[in-house]
């Protein structure tokens, strides 16, 4: 059987074919429902994906995809696929289920998410039992990148910065005040571009601004939403995403603060994933 694995963020997608010889990885831009419409979504898998794989006949497609917790957009992406494939068997996941599977498996623990958004759940080793996926960038996504880029942006745009910092922005960057706001506020994937500017913050590590950033956007997400987690007490808390994998001392220093058990930190979910159908 020949399958195809998806792990889709807002940012970019990697996909898997398995089955025929080797694992071999795809990419193509995120895709997110919230943004894109059926046909848009198409229109990416026919122009990034199809020319990829070379006309080999998949039998089934397992999809983890940003925002399909939601179930218009889950049925948007659906009908995507099915429009671009014809009828496979498909099956459509949330991006939590991905986290969940490939950093706990078959045992219990908590998975996070930290990308370009961010949310956690508790998975008791079959099945999500619950979540805490937040608000989305503009009222929630504590901790994700979108979330630090926003920090960043406010620092700069507040003249909050010193004159090291601010100077090191405008050379990394280029940007303008009217170019930022217009980016946010009037053109598409507001959330994707937030968070690019959250590797000002990994380019500049050991500046106490910088590290105030990262710990208070870090610590948000612990107290927002892992607290919750009366079983974080007994089990480990998992992390998946580029974010989490860029300051992984900063989440060990708040697991210990906070007492909870650090486990797997992985920058994608796409080797878990990779294990856990490859079983």
Partial sequence: MIKLIADSGATSTKWCLLGKGKPKLLYTQGISPYFLDTQQIASI??????????????????YYGTGCANLENASSVNKAIQLVFGKIKIEINHDLTAAAKALCGNTKGIACILGTGSGSCYY????????????????????S??????????????????????????????????????????????????????VFLAANRGHFMIENIIEDG??????????????????????????????????????????????????????????????
Avoid: W
């Avoid at 080999?56 to 397992?62: A, G, H, R, S």
């Avoid at 008791?124 to 901790?143: A, P, R």
């Avoid at 910092?165 to 959330?191: C, H, V």
């Fill in 45 to 62: 898998l026919k122009s990034e994906l199809l020319p990829k794989l070379k006309k080999v006949k998949i039998d089934k497609l397992y």
């Fill in 124 to 143: 008791n080793g079959k099945k999500i039992v619950k979540s805490s996926t937040g608000l989305g960038f503009i009222l929630g996504d504590e901790g």
């Fill in 145 to 198: 990148g979108a979330f630090l880029g926003k920090k960043v942006l406010q620092h700069y745009l507040y003249n909050i910065f010193d004159d090291s910092l601010m100077a090191k922005f405008d050379a990394q960057f280029l940007t303008t005040k009217t170019e930022i706001l217009e980016s946010i506020y009037k053109k598409q994937m507001p959330n994707r571009y937030l968070a690019s500017f959250s």
């Fill in 218 to 279: 870090f610590n948000e997400f612990f107290y927002q939403h892992l607290i919750r987690y009366k079983e974080i007490e007994k089990i480990p808390v998992h992390f998946v995403g580029a974010v989490s994998h860029a300051f992984k001392d900063v989440l060990q220093e708040l697991c210990n603060s906070y007492g909870f058990k650090l486990g797997k930190i992985y920058k994608d979910p796409m080797q878990g994933l990779i294990a856990f159908h490859q079983e």
